[in-house]
């Protein structure tokens, strides 16, 4: 069976086309991706603006499209923090479901945190223990920790890295000046949230998930090993805290240039770094695992274990 996820994010809109079978992994055949940055979209009442809608139908016209060219049977169409939290929402949901010709399911952050968190356990495995993970996406943070299938705390903060960035960090270079504001801000944001994620037994694995974390790792990480072909990414926080005062002087058309930076990226990837940075320092984190499977994997995955598998009569 083939099946096709559209993550219509803050930052892209990203399908992903897996083959699936029951008791197998998903096999990934196509991944297909239109970077928006939804949040240079926003009016300041917080609804997104008519090109910001017309840039979504677009997109989401050229995924639907692959998705028939990939002969995908069932697309499973979610949105995230941008849609979630415009002020317009409900409208441009009518205008993607339009454009898409089914409905779409608009997943509530702490719903974003469980499907991430299962793609997550799934890659890392049974034997992994005790999980604390961190995703930074482009309109919030997920955080979500446990040691079964299903996290025992789960929490989604508005600290997303597009988000952060039209509101803290608008100018190219931002300086260290509007850094440290940024900081503090993620610093009151993350205060309430601590204490669940303090009192849950000590993480054998401290592991981030998300784009930008990767290109994050690939900046400031290294390498151990290989893992199942995919090199494995450490991302150490000294090193994350090392890179921030650069790159927040540097413009960004220069960071492009950086290992990992990619140029849809660029200009995020400050108020990304920050927001990792104080997450990782407030729940005392020294290291994050990187995992390749986040969001759209789990999606994937929860949507597998609905099926009913026909199986042969003996």
């Known amino acids: 069976m083939r099946l096709g996820v559209l993550d219509i994010?803050?930052?892209?809109?990203?399908?992903?086309?897996?083959?699936?079978?029951?008791?197998?992994?998903p096999l990934a055949t196509t991944s297909q991706r239109t970077v928006?940055?939804?949040?240079?979209?926003?009016?300041?009442?917080?609804s997104i603006t008519e090109e910001g809608i017309v840039?979504?139908?677009?997109?989401?016209?050229?995924?639907?499209?692959?998705?028939?060219t990939e002969r995908v049977d069932e697309l499973l169409a979610t949105a995230t923090s941008a849609v979630r939290e415009a002020e317009n929402g409900a409208a441009v949901i009518a205008r993607i479901?339009?454009?898409?010709?089914?409905?779409?399911?608009?997943?509530?952050?702490?719903?974003?945190?469980?499907?991430?968190?299962?793609?997550?356990?799934?890659?890392?495995?049974?034997?992994?223990?005790q999980i604390l993970l961190l995703d930074v996406g482009g309109g919030s943070l997920e955080i979500a920790a446990g040691s079964e299938e299903v996290p025992a705390a789960a929490a989604s903060v508005l600290l997303g890295a597009g988000r952060m960035t039209v509101q803290f960090l608008p100018d190219d270079p931002p300086g260290e000046a509007a850094v440290?504001?940024?900081?503090?801000?993620?610093?009151?944001?993350?205060?309430?949230?601590?204490?669940?994620?303090?009192?849950?037994?000590?993480p054998d694995h401290f592991v981030g998930s998300s784009k930008a974390i990767r290109s994050l790792a690939k900046l400031a990480?290294?390498?151990?090993?290989?893992?199942s072909s995919i090199e494995r990414m450490l991302l150490p926080r000294a090193a994350l805290g090392a890179w921030i005062p650069r790159l927040a002087?540097?413009?960004?058309?220069?960071?492009?240039?950086?290992?990992?930076?990619?140029?849809?990226?660029?200009?995020?990837i400050v108020a990304a770094a920050v927001v990792l940075h104080t997450a990782m320092t407030a729940l005392n984190v020294e290291e994050l695992e990187v995992s390749p499977w986040a969001l759209r994997e789990g999606v994937l995955l929860r949507y597998i274990e609905s099926l009913s598998w026909s199986t042969p009569a003996a």
């Not at 928006?36 to 917080?46: E, S, T, V």
């Not at 990480?221 to 893992?227: C, E, I, L, M, N």
């Open 9 to 25: 994010g803050s930052n892209t809109v990203h399908l992903l086309v897996a083959d699936v079978r029951p008791g197998g992994r």
């Open 36 to 46: 928006l940055r939804l949040m240079r979209y926003l009016d300041p009442d917080g």
């Open 55 to 68: 840039a979504l139908e677009q997109a989401v016209r050229e995924a639907r499209a692959v998705a028939a």
């Open 97 to 129: 479901e339009a454009a898409l010709g089914q409905p779409l399911q608009v997943l509530a952050g702490e719903t974003e945190a469980h499907f991430t968190y299962l793609a997550v356990r799934r890659w890392f495995g049974w034997a992994a223990g």
């Open 180 to 202: 440290e504001r940024l900081r503090d801000h993620a610093k009151q944001v993350l205060a309430p949230e601590l204490d669940t994620f303090r009192a849950q037994p000590r």
């Open 221 to 227: 990480g290294y390498p151990v090993g290989r893992w």
């Open 249 to 268: 002087r540097i413009p960004a058309s220069a960071r492009q240039e950086l290992p990992g930076i990619t140029p849809d990226r660029t200009f995020q």
